[in-house]
């Protein structure tokens, strides 16, 4: 796919591993990590299977000219996990963005966007947070990737995750982690919240439709509304209307919190608007909402000293 820029096939071990130290994207020395209980090592090419068949008649695609484009591995304590990265080609620093996958994991449309924010002067970064519990790229249906994937993702774990792809993004000598942003979809829309609650040095961050409120459980025993009053950086919430998933009542209720706990943030809630109205690559887009949506990101990460 165009942008999906990895090792080839015939590539040995000993040239992979140069070409990252060579980008400095790497936290530790060439001394093998341990690898036990991780099923996702590289990132599958291509969209998800659940995410299939592609609109191809409103599907981006964003190209790598002028760009460096490919995949990382990020090491973690207990190994590595893949993920993507993308920035302007020419040397800088630049500001950095947390890309955070849908459910889907970090399957094409994920890539298409890290490529979309180094177009416009970013630094972005998206870690493949499902690396331990499974490969959602080949899974057929939604409750499937919810049930067997999801439910096992504990959100310490992802905020470990993110907090190491921001450490690769520092070292690479690229990235401005000074200023810092993040943004996340669906499921990585709760996620940006919750990020926002954990990192202090964070700049901003935009959550697109992301999941408010939900039943507290091992694996996520807070969600954002319960994370208002600790929310350390502005943020920007996309909501649809029409989302069969994320009652408007909730959104309601967060923005309340929010305003509550004098926090920084606002909540733009499109009318008659579905769930996923940014995925381009689906039959959920909605051009207008979706274009509104990316300008006004953009626009809250610069006031926010993210760009």
């Not at 020395?29 to 008649?57: E, I, K, Y």
């Not at 993308?86 to 490529?115: M, N, S, W």
């Not at 943030?265 to 909402?289: C, M, W």
Request: with cysteine; proline share 7%.
């Amino acid at each position: 796919m165009p942008g999906d820029i990895r090792p080839s096939a015939t590539a040995g071990a000993a040239d992979q591993a140069a070409d990252f130290r060579a980008d400095h994207e790497s936290l530790a020395p060439d001394a093998p990590l341990s690898r036990r209980g991780f099923v996702v090592t590289s990132l599958a090419t291509g969209f998800a299977a659940a995410a299939m068949p592609v609109a191809a008649q409103t599907m981006i695609k964003t190209d790598t000219q002028g760009l460096d484009a490919k995949e990382v591995s990020i090491p973690v304590p207990d190994g590595k996990i893949p993920g993507y990265r993308a920035r302007p080609a020419k040397p800088g620093r630049y500001p950095t963005v947390l890309v955070v996958q849908e459910i889907f994991g970090v399957h094409e449309h994920i890539r298409d966007l890290c490529r979309r924010f180094a177009k416009a002067g970013y630094y972005a970064i998206a870690p493949e947070l499902y690396a331990r519990q499974g490969d959602a790229a080949k899974i057929g249906d939604i409750p499937a990737i919810l049930r067997d994937i999801v439910s096992k993702v504990s959100d310490k774990q992802v905020m470990a995750d993110l907090d190491a792809a921001v450490a690769v993004a520092a070292k690479s000598g690229y990235a401005d982690t000074g200023r810092l942003a993040i943004t996340g979809f669906c499921w990585g829309g709760r996620i940006v919240w919750l990020y926002a609650a954990h990192n202090p040095k964070l700049k901003a961050g935009t959550a697109w439709y992301g999941r408010l409120v939900g039943q507290p459980s091992e694996m996520t025993p807070k969600h954002p509304l319960d994370l208002a009053a600790e929310i350390k950086a502005p943020v920007l919430g996309l909501y649809g209307g029409a989302d069969q998933g994320i009652p408007s009542d909730t959104v309601e209720f967060m923005r309340d919190a929010l305003k509550k706990a004098n926090k920084r943030a606002e909540i733009v809630l499109y009318p008659d608007t579905p769930h996923g109205f940014n995925a381009d690559y689906r039959p959920s887009y909605r051009k207008q909402q979706a274009e509104d949506g990316w300008k006004r990101m953009m626009a809250w990460f610069k006031a926010n000293g993210a760009g």
